[in-house]
């Protein structure tokens, strides 16, 4: 199976930006997507973005969108998730998360596939 690792997490000023990565490593054969989640104090998980690697196609959340882009660096195995004006609501725990491979067969769409392999997490914080 896929194993996933998170790195770039810390503390920003309100307004400023952070890029989270999520490496991948393992069994990556059946690996055609990945979706980044996050869990702030109290609150249940949220799925915020998540990207198709044949297809390049993209999927954010109404709280993500304008602010947050996906992308994948195909060579390096590792997806990306660029956070802009971050905001201390965005404070939380970020983690990225591979689909189950038999939920990816019959749609190129990010967001329906079931989410199984989980990283470790990484910490933003948004505070001044």
């Known amino acids: 199976q896929v194993q996933l690792a998170e790195s770039g997490g810390g503390l920003v000023q309100p307004g400023g930006s952070l890029t989270l990565s999520c490496a991948a490593s393992g069994f990556t054969s059946d690996y055609s997507a990945t979706a980044w989640f996050r869990q702030a104090p109290g609150k249940e998980r949220e799925r915020i973005s998540c990207?198709?690697?044949?297809?390049?196609?993209?999927w954010h959340a109404a709280s993500a969108k304008g602010r947050f882009s996906i992308s994948r660096d195909n060579a390096e195995n590792t997806v990306y998730l660029r956070l802009r004006n971050l905001e201390p609501e965005d404070t939380a725990v970020y983690f990225c998360s591979a689909p189950r491979p038999a939920s990816t067969y019959h749609s190129t769409s990010c967001q329906v596939y079931d989410y199984t392999y989980w990283g470790q997490g990484t910490q933003v914080t948004v505070s001044s």
């Open positions: 990207i198709h690697f044949n297809s390049g196609s993209t």
